[in-house]
Protein backbone atom coordinates (compact mmCIF):
# COMPACT_ATOMS: atom_id res chain seq x y z
CA UNK A 1 0.00 0.00 0.00
CA UNK A 2 1.21 3.33 -0.90
CA UNK A 3 1.99 6.24 1.63
CA UNK A 4 2.79 10.03 1.46
CA UNK A 5 0.85 12.73 1.78
CA UNK A 6 -2.86 12.90 -0.43
CA UNK A 7 -2.38 9.28 -1.42
CA UNK A 8 -5.78 7.13 -0.85
CA UNK A 9 -7.68 10.83 -0.56
CA UNK A 10 -6.60 11.30 2.58
CA UNK A 11 -5.94 14.98 4.23
CA UNK A 12 -2.71 16.65 3.08
CA UNK A 13 -1.12 18.07 6.58
CA UNK A 14 -0.18 21.56 6.88
CA UNK A 15 1.56 23.16 8.87
CA UNK A 16 1.15 26.96 10.06
CA UNK A 17 3.37 28.26 7.16
CA UNK A 18 1.42 25.77 4.45
CA UNK A 19 -2.05 28.22 5.67
CA UNK A 20 -1.32 30.77 3.60
CA UNK A 21 -4.06 32.39 1.75
CA UNK A 22 -2.33 33.64 -1.37
CA UNK A 23 -1.61 30.33 -2.20
CA UNK A 24 -5.76 29.81 -2.20
CA UNK A 25 -6.32 33.47 -4.05
CA UNK A 26 -5.24 32.07 -7.34
CA UNK A 27 -6.47 28.75 -8.24
CA UNK A 28 -9.54 28.61 -5.40
CA UNK A 29 -7.59 25.68 -3.75
CA UNK A 30 -4.06 25.13 -2.27
CA UNK A 31 -1.49 25.22 -4.90
CA UNK A 32 1.30 24.80 -2.88
CA UNK A 33 -0.31 21.62 -1.48
CA UNK A 34 -1.17 20.44 -4.90
CA UNK A 35 2.71 20.91 -6.36
CA UNK A 36 3.56 18.47 -3.11
CA UNK A 37 1.14 15.35 -3.78
CA UNK A 38 2.03 12.81 -6.29
CA UNK A 39 1.03 13.28 -9.85
CA UNK A 40 0.40 9.29 -9.97
CA UNK A 41 -1.29 8.95 -6.40
CA UNK A 42 -3.68 6.37 -5.04
CA UNK A 43 -7.22 6.62 -4.84
CA UNK A 44 -9.85 5.16 -3.02
CA UNK A 45 -12.76 2.94 -5.38
CA UNK A 46 -15.51 5.33 -4.01
CA UNK A 47 -18.19 3.50 -6.56
CA UNK A 48 -21.47 2.86 -4.55
CA UNK A 49 -21.48 -0.95 -3.41
CA UNK A 50 -23.91 -1.73 -6.35
CA UNK A 51 -21.78 -0.22 -8.96
CA UNK A 52 -18.85 -2.70 -8.04
CA UNK A 53 -21.04 -5.93 -8.87
CA UNK A 54 -22.28 -4.89 -12.13
CA UNK A 55 -21.42 -6.92 -14.89
CA UNK A 56 -20.56 -4.43 -17.83
CA UNK A 57 -20.19 -5.48 -21.62
CA UNK A 58 -17.04 -6.76 -22.66
CA UNK A 59 -16.97 -4.42 -25.58
CA UNK A 60 -17.74 -1.21 -25.16
CA UNK A 61 -17.39 2.14 -27.55
CA UNK A 62 -14.19 3.73 -27.06
CA UNK A 63 -14.75 7.72 -25.98
CA UNK A 64 -12.48 11.03 -26.28
CA UNK A 65 -12.42 13.19 -23.03
CA UNK A 66 -12.20 16.45 -23.13
CA UNK A 67 -10.68 19.00 -20.65
CA UNK A 68 -11.37 22.33 -21.01
CA UNK A 69 -9.59 24.94 -18.62
CA UNK A 70 -9.16 28.19 -18.37
CA UNK A 71 -5.67 29.24 -16.30
CA UNK A 72 -5.67 26.19 -14.26
CA UNK A 73 -2.99 24.98 -11.63
CA UNK A 74 -0.50 23.10 -13.52
CA UNK A 75 -0.43 19.85 -11.25
CA UNK A 76 -4.04 19.52 -10.86
CA UNK A 77 -4.33 19.40 -14.72
CA UNK A 78 -1.77 16.41 -15.38
CA UNK A 79 -2.97 15.04 -12.14
CA UNK A 80 -6.53 14.92 -13.49
CA UNK A 81 -4.70 13.57 -16.80
CA UNK A 82 -2.81 10.59 -15.42
CA UNK A 83 -6.32 9.37 -13.28
CA UNK A 84 -8.03 9.62 -16.32
CA UNK A 85 -4.85 7.31 -17.72
CA UNK A 86 -4.59 5.28 -14.67
CA UNK A 87 -8.18 4.44 -14.07
CA UNK A 88 -9.70 3.88 -16.74
CA UNK A 89 -9.27 0.69 -19.38
CA UNK A 90 -7.04 1.82 -21.84
CA UNK A 91 -9.86 0.26 -24.44
CA UNK A 92 -12.31 3.23 -23.87
CA UNK A 93 -10.25 6.00 -24.39
CA UNK A 94 -9.53 7.09 -28.27
CA UNK A 95 -8.03 10.71 -27.11
CA UNK A 96 -7.85 12.83 -24.64
CA UNK A 97 -7.87 16.44 -25.68
CA UNK A 98 -7.38 19.36 -23.85
CA UNK A 99 -9.04 23.14 -24.32
CA UNK A 100 -6.96 25.58 -23.35
CA UNK A 101 -9.86 28.79 -23.32
CA UNK A 102 -7.14 31.41 -23.55
CA UNK A 103 -4.92 30.94 -20.75
CA UNK A 104 -2.48 34.02 -19.89
CA UNK A 105 -0.28 32.15 -17.43
CA UNK A 106 2.69 30.80 -19.08
CA UNK A 107 2.62 27.02 -17.25
CA UNK A 108 -0.58 26.60 -18.79
CA UNK A 109 -0.15 27.37 -22.82
CA UNK A 110 -0.06 24.06 -23.83
CA UNK A 111 1.73 23.93 -27.45
CA UNK A 112 1.61 21.02 -29.88
CA UNK A 113 0.83 17.81 -29.12
CA UNK A 114 1.78 15.96 -25.76
CA UNK A 115 1.68 12.22 -25.56
CA UNK A 116 1.94 10.49 -22.09
CA UNK A 117 2.71 7.05 -21.65
CA UNK A 118 -0.11 4.85 -20.27
CA UNK A 119 1.22 2.34 -17.78
CA UNK A 120 -1.14 -0.20 -19.62
CA UNK A 121 0.96 -1.79 -22.92
CA UNK A 122 3.02 0.99 -23.06
CA UNK A 123 0.34 2.38 -25.29
CA UNK A 124 0.03 6.15 -26.19
CA UNK A 125 -2.76 8.44 -25.26
CA UNK A 126 -3.15 11.62 -27.40
CA UNK A 127 -3.14 15.04 -25.23
CA UNK A 128 -3.78 18.32 -27.62
CA UNK A 129 -3.62 21.45 -26.95
CA UNK A 130 -6.38 24.01 -28.80
CA UNK A 131 -6.96 27.54 -28.21
CA UNK A 132 -10.12 29.35 -28.17
CA UNK A 133 -11.71 32.14 -26.68
CA UNK A 134 -14.77 32.71 -24.45
CA UNK A 135 -15.25 28.97 -23.41
CA UNK A 136 -15.75 29.46 -20.24
Same mark, same amino acid.
Given at each position: ????????????????????????????????????? !?????????? %? !??? +?????????????????????????????? %?????????????????????????????????????? +????????? !????????
Amino acid at each position: MRSGKGEHGKPYPLTEEDHDDSAYRENGFNIFVSNNI !ALERSLPDIR %H !ANC +KHKMYLERLPNTSIIIPFHNEGWTSLLRTI %HSIINRTPETLIAEIILVDDFSDRDHTNVTGMLSLSSR +KNDTETRVE !ASFFNGFF
